[in-house]
């Protein structure tokens, strides 16, 4: 590894070595991050460490409304909204000059008007009714379109590819 990291200690309080040893230099994951760690019983992602779980008022809001869940991926588990995918060497096709304006200017209208819409005193629905009219003139319909062709694209190449391997 290079960098300024390259030659920095890990004090013997933390376990000692260089900071290149925290990493695997082939860059592969041997286990998935959501996987259990034996030694600690906790995920080897850290951001499901019960240290780093959210305790704010928003966060226990949230998962009261949310089967009491700790994290998005325990919420979709409890609520049986997870699902694998199979993968494919699918690839969007090379997308239309004008698509990509007409995305591009959508875009550009959506983020302006969602910031108007939420800065309109009283005047949030009507700012949004008129964004999207805007964007639906924009062309936002034939963008949609492209998007879930290219969706039906990918999803009929996982099938092929779960035939496959039938």
Same mark, same amino acid.
């Given at each position: 590894?290079?960098? %300024?990291?390259a030659?920095?200690?890990v004090?013997?309080?933390l376990?000692?070595?260089?900071y290149? %040893?925290?990493y695997?230099?082939l860059?592969?994951k $041997?286990?998935s991050q959501n996987d259990?760690?034996?030694?600690?019983?906790e995920a080897?992602?850290?951001?499901?460490?019960?240290s780093?779980?959210d305790?704010? +008022?928003?966060?226990?809001d949230?998962?009261?409304?949310?089967e009491n869940?700790?994290n998005?991926?325990?919420?979709?588990?409890?609520?049986?909204?997870?699902? #694998?995918?199979?993968?494919?060497?699918?690839?969007t096709p090379?997308? %239309?000059?004008?698509v990509?304006a007409?995305?591009?200017?959508?875009?550009?209208?959506t983020?302006?008007?969602?910031? *108007?819409? #939420?800065?309109?005193?009283g005047k949030? +629905?009507k700012?949004?009714d +008129?964004?999207r009219?805007? #964007?639906?003139?924009l062309?936002?319909? +034939?963008v949609?379109?492209?998007?879930q *062709?290219n969706a039906?694209d990918?999803? *009929? $190449?996982?099938? %092929? #590819?779960?035939? *496959?391997?039938?």
């Amino acid at each position: 590894m290079t960098g %300024d990291h390259a030659n920095l200690k890990v004090s013997a309080k933390l376990g000692g070595s260089s900071y290149d %040893d925290g990493y695997s230099k082939l860059n592969f994951k $041997a286990v998935s991050q959501n996987d259990i760690d034996p030694n600690t019983g906790e995920a080897y992602n850290p951001l499901l460490w019960k240290s780093n779980q959210d305790e704010t +008022e928003l966060f226990k809001d949230w998962s009261a409304h949310m089967e009491n869940a700790t994290n998005d991926i325990d919420y979709l588990q409890k609520a049986g909204k997870l699902s #694998i995918a199979a993968g494919a060497s699918y690839t969007t096709p090379q997308e %239309d000059s004008t698509v990509s304006a007409t995305r591009s200017s959508v875009k550009s209208e959506t983020v302006n008007a969602s910031w *108007q819409a #939420i800065t309109a005193a009283g005047k949030f +629905e009507k700012t949004l009714d +008129e964004a999207r009219t805007k #964007i639906d003139n924009l062309g936002y319909k +034939e963008v949609l379109k492209v998007d879930q *062709q290219n969706a039906k694209d990918l999803i *009929q $190449a996982r099938k %092929d #590819i779960v035939k *496959q391997a039938k």
